[in-house]
């Protein structure tokens, strides 16, 4: 994007440019012409004394420009950033790209699992390539921010984009999609309202018609840190020892396989996130599954337990205004449906695009903030471990 602006006309004499960060006020050039190229947040300032006097002598003109310009904005245009996320979404790269077109900022991907990444960021110390770290899941953004891989940032586009309870308050990671945590069941062996709420699945009406997901799962913490912030430490730990009580298999590794024995009646109810089920009932992972995904229904509680994929600028990184940059793009009104719906998660804010989930309807977000969620994740994992959830 190259703007020129003039102001006010020349009088005499020669020019000089200067590459500036901030437009210095028109002072003693008031009476000469002053161009301002902008590139992002790179500026020439550029001061004629004088208008070219032919034709020829402005195509020079224009030509030295450019080439001054080139000079100043190269910075800019050859920026690199790193970025460790635990997304792995083809649709992610196409936003890098387009964020990479908008600001000349290249991104270099690395992708791997989560807790891998956290690993190899804190190996890496100051020499880390790394400039963003995106995650999913608060409990392990928290746990990020606690090994101090962040830096704060403090944008006011992010605290705009970003709803104050889906980041962390001192600026060190960002919430970018949210996903909900819910009861999925199979409306052919229990009714609606006996999965109404997260309560209601330790009710013993529900005994070995239970499915749940092991306790390593950082989905399954945050959900009980959720559980601890709304009741407190004796109601969460009658709750799980209730719905271990009604368990109908031993703890699965994984959500997709327990919505399928949700789908198979090997369990009549589930807890498990939105976007395992959007996959499954959008086709992403086949006909088949696409099929089972048909006989499960998700019952939203009131309110519902809401996790985040995040993100921040690590303390490494050697270009922190250009990995703000990303994290402010990513959170922006052009790139937030595409972020979201690419792994069929909801945008930071609204129900967004995507059929599947318009055909979840509306929920009620519980108002407990990501931060306490993390701050509640090891008194949430001594609850499941002392209650007889594996
Ligand atoms: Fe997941």
Same mark, same amino acid.
């Given at each position: ?200 699945? !330790? @009710?013993?009406? /529900?005994? #070995? *018609?239970?499915?749940? =997901?092991?306790?390593?799962? &950082? ?68 006909? !088949? @599954?696409?099929? /089972?995904? #048909? *006989?499960?229904?998700? =019952?939203?509680?009131?309110? &519902? ?86």
């Amino acid at each position: 994007m190259l703007e020129i602006q003039f102001d006010p006309l020349p009088t005499a004499g020669d020019f000089f440019a200067r590459c500036v960060t901030s437009i210095p006020p028109a002072g003693r050039h008031s009476s000469l012409l002053r161009i301002i190229l902008k590139t992002g947040k790179k500026r020439l300032l550029f001061i004629l004394n004088k208008l070219p006097a032919s034709k020829a002598a402005a195509s020079a003109l224009v030509l030295a420009l450019g080439a001054l310009l080139g000079a100043c904005g190269a910075p800019e245009t050859t920026t690199q950033i790193g970025v460790y996320s635990g997304r792995h979404y083809n649709t992610d790269k196409e936003l890098y790209t387009r964020f990479t077109e908008a600001t000349g900022i290249q991104v270099k991907l690395l992708e791997a699992k989560d807790d891998a990444l956290i690993e190899r960021l804190n190996t890496e110390g100051e020499n880390s390539p790394a400039d963003v770290l995106i995650l999913a899941d608060v409990a392990r953004l928290d746990r990020a921010a606690g090994m101090n891989l962040f830096q704060t940032v403090d944008s006011d586009a992010l605290n705009q984009a970003v709803p104050s309870d889906l980041r962390d308050s001192s600026g060190r990671w960002f919430g970018l999609t949210r996903r909900l945590r819910a009861p999925m069941f199979n409306a052919d062996l229990v009714s609606a309202e006996q999965v109404s709420s997260y309560e209601a699945l !330790a @009710d013993p009406s /529900l005994k #070995g *018609k239970l499915c749940l =997901r092991n306790r390593r799962s &950082v989905y399954n913490q945050s959900l009980v840190a959720f559980m601890l912030d709304e009741q407190g430490q004796g109601a969460t730990e009658d709750w799980i020892k209730g719905m271990v009580n009604n368990l109908a298999e031993p703890v699965f590794s994984s959500d997709t396989p327990m919505i399928r024995a949700v789908a198979q009646g090997q369990c009549a109810v589930a807890l498990a996130n939105s976007y395992y089920l959007g996959r499954m009932q959008a086709g992403d992972k086949g006909e !088949a @599954d696409q099929n /089972l995904a #048909g *006989k499960v229904t998700v =019952r939203w509680p009131d309110p &519902v337990h809401v996790n985040i994929t995040g993100g921040g600028v690590t303390r490494a990184s050697r270009n922190p205004e250009a990995a703000q940059r990303l994290l402010e793009f990513l959170s922006s009104d052009q790139a937030q449906g595409g972020y979201a719906a690419a792994n069929h998660e909801y945008p930071l804010m609204g129900i967004g695009e995507d059929p599947v989930l318009q055909a979840w309807g509306p929920f009620q977000q519980a108002k407990v903030s990501a931060e306490r969620l993390g701050e509640l994740n090891a008194q949430a994992i001594e609850l499941m471990a002392a209650n007889g959830w594996q």
